[in-house]
């Protein structure tokens, strides 16, 4: 039995996940994904797990969980960004972690894609929501899940009552229709102290230091996406 269907049983998928084209997909992002997300996303569709996990998705209907959205790009900016400036080293290089997923929390799921031509074999890599906390897991995306889920493994970043009401799987909507995949967005330039301001001036909480919650990040660009 494979972590697929591990997971398939402690998070039946629901009846009818968007279709793929994953051919679109990899060529949008330049890059072959792992073979186990395919599978997963293909069978679950966007949702989140435990109402909580959100793993990006080709049909994620904003850019905060939209596989081929800005955020990837964006996230990899703002910790490169950190690293240069001493606030958040990490144990990984920004220029391997690729955003898979978030949590309703704000930790970012990474792939740790490196040797960049062996997608099969990369791990997962969780990042503290407001400090420089990590945990890294020796194995897949759906391996991760499926050993979170089953209670295997606790991410020490993670609420201690996850598991509370039992695994789950809730899907979420989609983007409307069934368009292609369109190329990612460059990441805006992050100026730490402009988003900061902008985020406490209309009635965010964010911290002096460190990495600038999700949620935060993903307004910002909402509301400055128009600007030159």
């Known amino acids: 039995m494979t972590s697929f269907d591990d997971l398939v049983r402690l998070c039946p998928p629901p009846a009818d996940p968007p279709r793929v084209d994953w051919d679109a997909v990899e060529g949008t992002l330049a890059i072959r994904l ?88 990369w791990c997962i890599a969780v990042n503290e929501a407001r400090g420089p906390g990590w945990y890294t897991f020796d194995g897949t995306l759906t391996d991760f899940l499926a050993s979170v889920l089953s209670g295997t493994t606790r991410v020490p970043l993670f609420p201690d009552d996850l598991l509370a009401q039992g695994p789950s799987f809730a899907p979420s909507a989609t983007a409307s229709g069934d368009p292609e995949p369109s190329a990612p967005r460059a990441p805006r330039a992050l100026d730490g102290k402009t988003v900061r301001a902008w985020a406490r001036a209309n009635g965010y909480q964010v911290p002096d230091r460190g990495r600038i919650p999700a949620e935060i990040l993903t307004a910002w660009e909402r509301a400055n996406s128009s600007a030159p």
């Open 34 to 121: 792992p073979e186990d997300y395919k599978q997963l996303a293909a069978a679950f569709g966007p949702g989140a797990f435990c109402n909580f996990m959100r793993v990006h998705h080709p049909h994620g209907a904003t850019d905060w969980v939209c596989l081929t959205g800005s955020m990837p790009a964006t996230v990899r900016a703002q910790l490169e960004q950190d690293r240069n400036r001493g606030t958040d080293t990490g144990p990984h290089d920004p220029a391997n972690l690729f955003a898979i997923g978030v949590t309703d929390n704000g930790e970012y799921l990474f792939w740790v894609s490196e040797p960049a031509t062996e997608p099969d074999t």
